[in-house]
């Protein structure tokens, strides 16, 4: 129960982070989307036992998904900006980030012989044979993940150049230098040489696990009953081909839409219409978090309220006692008159209790 | 070195007026022979033996009528030598800070180290009447320093503070009549060792009133209102004394007469302790949240830190004790020192509003920098001298008391959240033309005082045992007669 409990949130975790990755234009957001998204992955691995297949996936996706922020960075020192519908074409221009992003997107995208491609059907094989609507669940993500990195491809490699940031600082920095003005141009050799070495990674760690090294590697580690049940490596053709199939067709999606144009981005846009403004604003948890939580109920009701309370009733007590005992005094002042008249009184008066309660205890 | 203080400030007292801007130089090269005593006694006290040490013994006023004697005793154990250097660490820092103080210099440098002598006189003095002497005696410089160089409604909270103060300590002195008639000594050290059992009155009204007095200065909910009034209306060296050593006096105290002496009510007290501690931790955290005044919030946060001593307190072990110790020695540098930020910035800006403050890191890099390093330390991250605090005292309090640790915990977060706000809002953010002018920390008064503060706070967070070996020679007799 609680394991399927793990499952359900790494996968909706995986699907939420990934519909979130498709529609955003700034393309450091979409590799930050697409992090959660694959973590969401991994934890859901956790929650279908697949306890070696979710670190292998944290192993490639290390290299893979760092290989994408370092390309996401060479294209911004480029262009100048994130945005990439002020990008594209860029492949002209930046050859070297191109391949090596390239590379990061497909194996990301699960596709054979890239080294997600293990990691991420190990996963989903763990699913299948745990429950099989679990399976589906992981593979609809790995559709996704392939539609949201292909848009990214193309968005920003194909097509036509779009000019960057208008006055960004790069740009600027770009035309004192060598005067090449608004040209884009590739990054120097000490931002490429990491890109390169990644992209290799990306291609090759996938092997690690085929005769069952990281199985072995991490069996030592996992509690005894567990490493027992951690599946030994195991290839299903049949899932290895779907989900490989659908990973290519997300990537012939992004494509359509955003290579060749088959589809308009505008017209889908306008398609799913409010679907699109919910997930575009992040499902509106920002506003959840940040506006509603915390601006309106923490700090709003809860703190102010108290802050009200301490000033008003707590301070307010001890204020109140300090001017309770300054007027009780200045009542007590008019007491003492110095008028010996009144002091007789009193006292004649005083003497007539005194005397009657004398005479109430002990009776005559 | 307890009147030694006073002695500088006699001297200052006697200065002729046309000299008075060298009261300043005397106020500061007496709180810093001071502090080399301090440290010269932290070099000499022999941790292996333990118990108290370096003691000065003579009678004062023998009675035979009434069979008691009355001595001059001062001593200090490690908890006693941790506060005294504290508390002389801080009177430099404070003295530094007023280096500018130009409204009758001589009264105020004065009043300074006659301050001085009574913190240092509390954390020493190991005779009852001495002890609450000296307790009281602390209240006249604050209340001239508050009412005579604050700012805003500062006769207000002058009086505010002397009357709760005294309302507190009138109880305590109550409860140290009866107690130390009923054991027939006013000598704390006997006090602590002997067995009370048929007091003249019961013993729970005795611990009551005892505890009193430590809890209003401590402060703890509901008596804590004449803090934020006081700290936010004291000059800023008042503000890092009232904060950094004036509320240990309470856990101080509380340690050494409540749980030493009343062992038996301290635990069946303790539940209560650890309730209040976790209501102050979180009670005043929240409030900080929405505090619009710098100097309001590091009050409220105050409030807030105080708790913390009274769950590690409740905890009643040696960890839970030896960690409230240290969250009381730790507070106070670290406070200490935020308060001095934040008074630097107000002598700059004028003002104390977050609201109207914005960027002011691009005009004052280091009082930034130091705001940063005290914010963490103030929020417990480890490597500060927070954190070890914090952890010892949830390591100690958690198995006794669960929740009110957890809450404690919460109350981390909470910190977390209105330290880096308001640095956001202070420090960061858009430059206003407004704050151009204003200058960095660039004499060396002012950087002397926050490199001092910043190397003591860094030090015990690194290395805690340069203290904590101290706190738990001094805190493991209290906790053997509480288990």
């Given at each position: 129960m609680a394991i399927n409990t793990v499952a359900a949130i790494g996968g909706i975790t995986a699907i939420f982070a990934a519909t979130i990755a498709i529609v955003?234009?700034?393309?450091?957001?979409?590799?930050?989307?697409?992090?959660?998204?694959?973590?969401?992955?991994?934890?859901?691995?956790?929650?279908?036992?697949?306890?070696?297949?979710?670190?292998?996936?944290?192993?490639?996706?290390?290299?893979?998904?760092?290989?994408?922020?370092?390309?996401?960075?060479?294209v911004n020192h480029a262009t100048g900006t994130f945005d990439m519908r002020r990008m594209g074409g860029l492949a002209r221009?930046?050859?070297?980030?191109?391949?090596?992003?390239?590379?990061a997107s497909l194996s990301l995208g699960g596709i054979f012989p890239l080294s997600g491609f293990w990691s991420?059907?190990?996963?989903?094989?763990?699913?299948?044979?745990?429950?099989?609507?679990?399976?589906?669940?992981?593979?609809?993500?790995?559709?996704?993940?392939?539609?949201?990195?292909?848009?990214?491809?193309?968005?920003?490699?194909?097509?036509?150049?779009?000019?960057?940031?208008?006055?960004?600082?790069?740009?600027?920095?770009?035309?004192?230098?060598?005067?090449?003005?608004?040209?884009?141009?590739?990054?120097?050799?000490?931002?490429?040489?990491?890109?390169?070495?990644?992209?290799?990674?990306?291609?090759?760690?996938?092997?690690?696990?085929?005769?069952?090294?990281v199985t072995h590697f991490l069996n030592n580690s996992l509690p005894a009953e567990l490493a027992e049940e951690a599946h030994h490596f195991d290839f299903n053709l049949g899932i290895a081909v779907v989900s490989t199939g659908l990973g290519v067709s997300g990537f012939v999606v992004a494509w359509a839409i955003y290579g060749a144009r088959l589809l308009s981005a505008d017209r889908l846009r306008q398609a799913f219409g409010p679907v699109h403004t919910l997930v575009e604003n992040k499902y509106y948890m920002d506003h959840l978090y940040e506006d509603l939580i915390l601006r309106r109920l923490i700090l709003g009701n809860v703190a102010r309220g108290l802050a009200f309370f301490d000033r008003y009733v707590v301070d307010g007590a001890v204020n109140g006692l300090a001017m309770a005992t300054r007027a009780g005094s200045s009542g007590m002042r008019y007491v003492q008159s110095g008028q010996v008249q009144l002091y007789g009184a009193a006292i004649f008066v005083g003497v007539i209790f005194i005397a009657l309660g004398i005479m109430l205890v002990n009776p005559p | 070195m307890v009147f030694f203080p006073l002695a500088g400030a006699a001297l200052i007292a006697l200065l002729p007026s046309r000299y008075e801007r060298n009261s300043r130089v005397i106020a500061t090269a007496t709180s810093a022979i001071v502090l080399g005593c301090a440290i010269g006694l932290f070099i000499a006290f022999d941790k292996d033996q333990g118990g108290f040490q370096f003691i000065q013994r003579k009678p004062w006023i023998e009675a035979d009528i009434a069979s008691f004697e009355l001595q001059y005793l001062l001593a200090v154990d490690g908890l006693g030598l941790a506060m005294v250097g504290l508390t002389a660490l801080l009177s430099l820092v404070a003295i530094l800070v007023s280096w500018n103080v130009t409204l009758r210099p001589k009264e105020y440098f004065a009043w300074l180290l006659v301050l001085e002598t009574s913190l240092l006189g509390v954390f020493t003095s190991l005779d009852f009447i001495f002890f609450f002497l000296f307790w009281e005696l602390e209240l006249v410089p604050m209340y001239f320093l508050i009412s005579i160089w604050g700012t805003g409604r500062k006769v207000y909270s002058a009086w505010k503070y002397l009357l709760y103060?005294?309302?507190?300590?009138?109880?305590?002195?109550?409860?140290?009549?009866?107690?130390?008639?009923?054991?027939?000594?006013?000598?704390?050290?006997?006090?602590?060792?002997?067995?009370?059992?048929?007091?003249?009155?019961?013993?729970?009204?005795?611990?009551?009133?005892?505890?009193?007095?430590?809890?209003?200065?401590?402060?703890?909910?509901?008596?804590?209102?004449?803090?934020?009034?006081?700290?936010?209306?004291?000059?800023?060296?008042?503000?890092?004394?009232?904060?950094?050593?004036?509320?240990?006096?309470?856990?101080?105290?509380?340690?050494?007469?409540?749980?030493s002496m009343l062992p038996e009510q301290a635990i069946d007290a303790s539940v209560w302790l650890a309730a209040f501690g976790a209501v102050n931790v979180i009670y005043g955290a929240i409030i900080t949240l929405v505090q619009t005044d710098l100097k309001r919030l590091v009050a409220y946060s105050s409030v807030s830190h105080m708790g913390y001593v009274l769950i590690g307190i409740s905890a009643l072990g040696e960890v839970g004790l030896t960690g409230a110790a240290l969250q009381m020695f730790t507070h106070g540098a670290i406070t200490g020192l935020l308060f001095v930020v934040v008074g630097m910035v107000y002598d700059r800006a004028h003002t104390r509003e977050i609201r109207e403050l914005s960027g002011l890191v691009h005009n004052m890099p280091v009082i930034a920098v130091v705001m940063v390093i005290a914010g963490l330390a103030a929020l417990g991250l480890p490597s500060m001298a927070g954190f070890a605090a914090e952890v010892m005292v949830f390591l100690g309090a958690f198995g006794k008391y669960g929740l009110p640790t957890v809450i404690g915990v919460i109350g981390v977060l909470i910190s977390a959240g209105y330290i880096l706000w308001m640095i956001m809002r202070v420090f960061l953010g858009e430059r206003s033309a407004r704050w151009q002018e204003l200058g960095d920390a660039t004499t060396w008064w002012e950087r002397t005082a926050l490199a001092g503060m910043v190397a003591v706070i860094m030090l015990i967070g690194i290395f805690p045992s340069v203290l904590v070996d101290f706190l738990e020679v001094g805190v493991a007799p209290i906790a053997a007669r509480v288990s």
């Open positions: 955003v234009t700034d393309i450091k957001r979409v590799v930050a989307y697409s992090t959660i998204s694959q973590l969401g992955y991994m934890i859901f691995a956790l929650g279908v036992g697949g306890y070696v297949a979710a670190i292998f996936h944290l192993f490639n996706h290390a290299f893979f998904k760092a290989l994408l922020f370092l390309g996401s960075g060479s221009y930046m050859p070297v980030t191109f391949t090596t992003f390239v590379i991420k059907d190990e996963i989903i094989l763990d699913a299948w044979n745990e429950k099989r609507i679990l399976a589906y669940v992981g593979l609809v993500a790995a559709f996704m993940t392939s539609l949201y990195i292909g848009r990214v491809v193309f968005m920003t490699f194909t097509g036509e150049y779009k000019g960057g940031e208008p006055s960004s600082h790069a740009t600027e920095e770009a035309a004192s230098h060598g005067g090449h003005s608004r040209q884009p141009h590739e990054s120097p050799v000490a931002m490429l040489l990491p890109m390169v070495i990644l992209a290799g990674a990306s291609i090759f760690t996938g092997f690690a696990n085929i005769s069952d090294g | 103060t005294i309302f507190g300590s009138s109880l305590m002195l109550v409860g140290i009549l009866v107690l130390s008639f009923s054991a027939g000594t006013f000598d704390m050290i006997e006090l602590s060792q002997a067995q009370i059992q048929d007091a003249i009155w019961p013993l729970p009204i005795v611990f009551f009133f005892l505890f009193f007095g430590f809890a209003v200065k401590l402060p703890m909910f509901p008596f804590h209102t004449w803090l934020p009034d006081a700290h936010t209306d004291a000059p800023t060296a008042v503000s890092v004394m009232l904060a950094g050593v004036l509320l240990k006096m309470a856990g101080y105290g509380m340690l050494r007469v409540s749980l």
